[in-house]
């Protein structure tokens, strides 16, 4: 387990631990700008099955998390929020959609490169300049 500490609150990343493919994450999602882990209201307990990034606490304001769909402690997949889904279908990045939740998967590889198509093409900024 990793815990995840910000802003005098904690919680255990289940399953997660700090592998050199999750630290390039996290130096990525800074780099970017996406440096809160945890938003107001999630996780709403002391434990959760994925790490989070968005540029601020505000409620629902993730950009992309780790979850268990990545198959932790291994990272095969990164998850992006569905509403940046016109987004990915105007893009030639590689990419899937999660059949229950409608969230979109992408292969680690591409996380800077999403990550500037979103800055971008974004209006509101959820990755800062």
Not at 21 to 41: M, N, P
Not at 61 to 73: D, K, N, Y
Not at 85 to 98: G, M
């Amino acid at each position: 387990m990793l815990t995840v500490t910000q802003n005098g609150r904690s919680y255990l990343a289940l399953r997660w631990k700090m592998t050199e493919e999750v630290a390039a994450v996290v130096q990525t999602a800074i780099r970017f700008g996406l440096s809160k882990l945890w938003q107001d209201g999630h996780p709403k307990g002391r434990q959760s099955s994925h790490i989070s990034f968005s540029c601020s606490h505000e409620p629902a304001s993730w950009v992309f998390a780790l979850g268990l769909e990545a198959c932790p402690p291994r990272l095969q997949k990164i998850t992006f929020n569905k509403r940046f889904l016109p987004i990915f279908e105007a893009s030639h990045i590689e990419w899937t959609r999660q059949k229950s939740g409608g969230h979109i998967f992408v292969p680690p590889g591409s996380l800077a490169e999403v990550l500037g198509i979103l800055r971008a093409r974004v209006t509101r900024s959820v990755v800062p300049e």
